[in-house]
């Protein structure tokens, strides 16, 4: 079993930055590929940005040259630091892991953390 805890999120202006945080339970964190979706009210869950257990990385287009994805795997945690942050933004962050494990593949999901982008 897999515990996934979000933290970093809040109320920005636009144009500003957050930087998402995510810790992981266990020891097998470096076997997982991570990803942060998000939903906003009234529409569904959209991937926003992946990293697998090797380190490649994927983003949507709409936040590609402004989000930026990351772990550390000493410290069981995945990062997505958020840029030049528009009103588009907003919405509930998921942090997202999904692995192998004893044959079955599993996913394990966060309690979602509020991203606000307001003035």
């Known amino acids: 079993q897999v515990q996934l805890v979000e933290s970093g999120g809040g109320l920005v202006q636009p144009g500003g930055s957050l930087r998402l945080s995510c810790a992981a339970s266990?020891?097998?964190?470096?076997?997982?590929?991570m990803a942060w979706y998000r939903q906003a009210p009234g529409k569904q869950r959209d991937l926003v940005a992946s990293?697998?257990?090797?380190?490649?990385?994927n983003y949507a287009d709409s936040v590609k040259g402004r989000f930026t994805i990351s772990r550390d795997n000493a410290k069981n945690t995945v990062y997505l630091q958020m840029n030049s942050l528009k009103s588009e933004d907003t919405a509930v962050y998921y942090c997202?892991?999904?692995?192998?494990?004893?044959?079955?593949?599993?996913?394990?999901w966060g309690q979602g953390t509020q991203v606000t982008v307001s003035s």
């Open positions: 997202n892991a999904r692995g192998l494990l004893a044959g079955l593949l599993r996913d394990y």
């Open positions: 266990g020891s097998i964190f470096s076997m997982l590929d």
């Open positions: 990293i697998t257990r090797g380190g490649l990385t």
